[in-house]
T-cell receptor, first 112, second 111 residues
Framework: NAGVTQTPKFQVLKTGQSMTLQCAQD?????MSWYRQDPGMGLRLIHY???????DQGEVPNGYNVSRSTTEDFPLRLLSAAPSQTSVYFC???????????FGPGTRLTVT | DAKTTQPPSMDCAEGRAANLPCNHS???????VYWYRQIHSQGPQYIIH???NNETNEMASLIITEDRKSSTLILPHATLRDTAVYYC????????????FGTGTRLTVIP
């Protein structure tokens, strides 16, 4: 059981570039979510999904897109990177929203 | 979801019990109390959660006051590996609402 995996671990982008952060889980969890964590702050929810084909916005969705075509994968797309999106991104999954969430190791993104 | 208040930092001697308080005076009847921790820059790790009864698992104990306005996470024998930021979160127990992380308590276990 690999749990929740995220790739890449580190990424540097120039302003205006686009990219996709990958997230996968092998626990057959229905619920998946993306958070960002800025220095000295707690985690803030970007987008979440309660199952394949269903996604919804969290607290800070602007500048990000998600899709959920399979139970296992929940990629996060940055459409046009901005320096304000420099952050550490965490993906999480759980059986359902109220159950314990399992977090991936994070992707550290720098936008210059 | 109700707001929580935690001290920004605490120290604990290695081998002693660490008692981390959390105030959630506006908690609703259907909101659970969850605790997560984040070690260095890793992803957060679930610790424990409860509604109104005290809970215990292999990692910690959760004590919730009778009026549910505050709770305490207890790590019975703190080790250096317990040094982390601890987050107290309250949320409704069902539905697709989510975990709202504040800034937590930075616990430092001292040798």
């Amino acid at each position: 059981n690999a749990g929740v995996t995220q790739t890449p671990k580190f990424q540097v982008l120039k302003t205006g570039q686009s990219m996709t952060l990958q997230c996968a889980q092998d626990m057959n969890h229905e619920y998946m979510s993306w958070y960002r964590q800025d220095p000295g702050m707690g985690l803030r929810l970007i987008h979440y999904s309660v199952g394949a084909g269903i996604t919804d916005q969290g607290e800070v969705p602007n500048g990000y897109n998600v899709s959920r075509s399979t139970t296992e994968d929940f990629p996060l797309r940055l459409l046009s990177a901005a320096p304000s999106q420099t952050s550490v991104y965490f993906c999480a999954s759980s059986r359902a929203p109220e159950y314990e969430q399992y977090f991936g190791p994070g992707t550290r993104l720098t936008v210059t | 979801d109700a707001k929580t208040t935690q001290p920004p930092s605490m120290d604990c001697a290695e081998g002693r019990a660490a008692n981390l308080p959390c105030n959630h005076s506006t908690i609703s009847g259907n909101e659970y109390v969850y605790w997560y921790r984040q070690i260095h820059s890793q992803g957060p790790q679930y610790i424990i959660h409860g509604l109104k009864n005290n809970e215990t698992n292999e990692m910690a104990s959760l004590i919730i006051t009778e009026d549910r306005k505050s709770s305490t996470l207890i790590l019975p024998h703190a080790t250096l590996r317990d040094t982390a930021v601890y987050y107290c979160i309250v949320r409704v127990g069902t539905g697709a609402n989510n975990l709202f992380f504040g800034t937590g308590t930075r616990l430092t276990v001292i040798p």
